[in-house]
């Protein structure tokens, strides 16, 4: 077996020359050369998902979760009153096992969405995995674009005969009526990290080692930085924060989008209400893997603040949550589900799997608690129309509140 060159140490070379010239980075500028810097990024150059890769992620455990997440969507889109056409939209759709589960969810209740239009939008920064999304959602029937400066740069049908299309980032995305879906994205974003000390709020960042000029650590840089003086709010109670402006931003365009067309959005992460403090991790192999060794061999996550993100959205649109996985899983129905697939399942193997993906999902000590669901709604979809119209009080929204589906 040919082994991979390793990366990580072009990566180690470039960032102990930069350090050197220009002095300590930020763990933000850090995290954005080891994962997407366009020659040795770690997303630019790996397929890093599935049993080969760095992680697993829950549409590649279990197929009820994408069905669950597919039925929200179409709930949602009920709830705004059934607009005559709908955009699904997917940031870092990974392998495409989520958006393909949602599709067929879509294919299987097309009746339900009577004569609407659907149409598929992807938000990735890698080649690599767009191709392996290509291949999942439309196998032959994509083309990438001749130039590369096209705001869309691969386009296709999918298997179902819905236009799709590929996106660098969100801006380049049509405006619409659009559910987005962000699993597993926000958390690989770049943070700050910021340490309370007696002389007020200062940046945590990345240098060379002098003992060890091959090794780099973490130091607290003495002075005050842009982002230590920008990004703390006013009211923060903790000793250590790690901050995603990049994250804000995203945010803040997704509400902008979801005031101004209708729609909504679904974040779902590892993450807390902005009570933790130290999250930035490593995974390589499936394993917990040293921050700062070997950069760009291994993947690197923090933890989402989602109280952080519920400031940014502001007053533009309702939020709701973080809630756990699991209770959303259940509001959900995931267990009538279960009991569904198990009945019409002979197979001793599948079922095996049907219940250890299950447990997976929603067991409190696996991913049960550690993933939170978030959702930013337009205003109208909570307090319905003006009260003179007579309209039906609106539908509690999926996941965030018990449904009555018996």
Same mark, same amino acid.
């Not at 296709?156 to 597993?184: C, K, M, Q």
């Given at each position: 077996?040919?082994?991979?060159?390793?990366?990580?140490?072009?990566?180690?070379?470039?960032? @102990?020359?930069?350090?050197?010239?220009?002095?300590?980075?930020?763990?933000?500028?850090?995290?954005?050369?080891?994962?997407?810097?366009?020659?040795?990024?770690?997303?630019?150059?790996?397929?890093?998902?599935?049993?080969?890769?760095?992680?697993?992620?829950?549409?590649?455990?279990?197929?009820?979760?994408?069905?669950?997440?597919?039925?929200?969507?179409?709930?949602?889109?009920?709830?705004?009153?059934? /607009?005559?056409?709908?955009?699904?939209?997917?940031?870092?759709?990974?392998?495409?096992?989520?958006?393909?589960?949602?599709?067929?969810?879509?294919?299987?209740?097309?009746?339900?969405?009577?004569?609407?239009?659907?149409?598929?939008?992807? *938000?990735?920064?890698?080649?690599?995995?767009?191709?392996?999304q290509a291949q999942c959602l439309s196998g032959d029937q994509s083309r990438v674009s001749a130039s590369e400066d096209e705001p869309v740069y691969r386009?296709?049908?999918?298997?179902?005969?819905?236009?799709?299309?590929?996106?660098?980032?969100?801006?380049?995305?049509?405006?619409?009526?659009?559910?987005?879906?962000?699993?597993?994205?926000?958390?690989?974003?770049?943070?700050?990290?910021?340490?309370? @000390?007696?002389?007020?709020?200062?940046?945590?960042?990345?240098? *060379?080692?002098?003992?060890? /000029?091959?090794?780099?650590?973490?130091?607290?840089?003495?002075?005050?930085?842009?982002?230590?003086?920008?990004?703390?709010?006013?009211?923060?109670?903790?000793?250590?924060?790690?901050?995603?402006?990049?994250?804000?931003?995203?945010?803040?365009?997704?509400?902008?989008?979801?005031?101004?067309?209708?729609?909504?959005?679904?974040?779902?992460?590892?993450?807390?209400?902005? @009570?933790?403090?130290?999250?930035?991790?490593?995974?390589?192999?499936?394993?917990?893997?040293?921050?700062?060794?070997s950069p760009g061999s291994a993947d690197l996550t923090a933890d989402v603040d989602f109280s952080y993100l519920r400031k940014m959205a502001g007053a533009?649109?309702?939020?709701?949550?973080?809630?756990?996985?699991?209770?959303?899983?259940?509001?959900?129905?995931?267990?009538?589900?279960?009991?569904?697939?198990?009945?019409?399942?002979?197979?001793?193997?599948?079922?095996?799997?049907?219940?250890?993906?299950?447990?997976?999902?929603?067991?409190?000590?696996?991913?049960?608690?550690?993933?939170?669901?978030?959702?930013?709604?337009?205003?109208?979809?909570? @307090?319905?129309?003006?009260?003179?119209?007579?309209?039906?009080?609106?539908?509690?929204?999926?996941?965030?509140?018990?449904?009555?589906?018996?």
């Open positions: 077996v040919s082994e991979r060159p390793i990366p990580g140490n072009s990566v180690l070379r470039h960032l @102990t020359s930069k350090i050197k010239s220009t002095g300590p980075i930020s763990v933000a500028e850090y995290m954005r050369e080891v994962l997407t810097n366009p020659v040795t990024g770690y997303y630019v150059q790996n397929d890093m998902l599935g049993p080969d890769g760095d992680f697993i992620t829950s549409p590649e455990i279990s197929q009820i979760f994408g069905e669950l997440l597919g039925i929200w969507c179409l709930s949602e889109w009920m709830g705004a009153g059934k /607009p005559s056409h709908l955009q699904l939209v997917e940031f870092g759709p990974g392998r495409g096992s989520l958006i393909s589960d949602v599709l067929r969810v879509f294919s299987q209740l097309s009746g339900a969405l009577g004569g609407a239009t659907v149409s598929v939008h992807l *938000v990735e920064v890698s080649p690599k995995l767009s191709q392996i386009q296709g049908t999918t298997a179902a005969g819905l236009p799709i299309s590929w996106y660098r980032n969100l801006d380049d995305v049509p405006r619409g009526f659009s559910v987005y879906l962000a699993h597993e994205f926000f958390d690989a974003l770049p943070i700050h990290k910021f340490q309370r @000390t007696e002389k007020g709020w200062r940046e945590v960042m990345v240098d *060379v080692d002098p003992e060890e /000029p091959d090794k780099l650590r973490f130091v607290i840089v003495p002075a005050p930085t842009l982002a230590s003086t920008q990004l703390i709010q006013s009211d923060e109670k903790r000793q250590h924060v790690e901050v995603c402006p990049e994250g804000g931003v995203i945010v803040q365009r997704l509400a902008n989008r979801i005031a101004g067309d209708g729609g909504a959005a679904l974040i779902a992460d590892y993450g807390h209400d902005g @009570t933790k403090t130290d999250t930035f991790r490593g995974f390589k192999g499936h394993k917990l893997h040293d921050v700062l060794a533009m649109v309702a939020c709701m949550g973080p809630v756990s996985q699991r209770s959303f899983l259940k509001n959900m129905g995931i267990d009538t589900r279960l009991q569904v697939l198990l009945r019409n399942c002979a197979d001793p193997s599948t079922r095996a799997q049907l219940i250890h993906g299950y447990d997976m999902l929603t067991n409190p000590a696996k991913m049960g608690e550690r993933f939170q669901f978030f959702t930013m709604l337009n205003h109208i979809r909570l @307090t319905g129309p003006e009260p003179k119209q007579k309209a039906p009080a609106p539908l509690p929204v999926a996941g965030f509140s018990e449904l009555g589906l018996s």
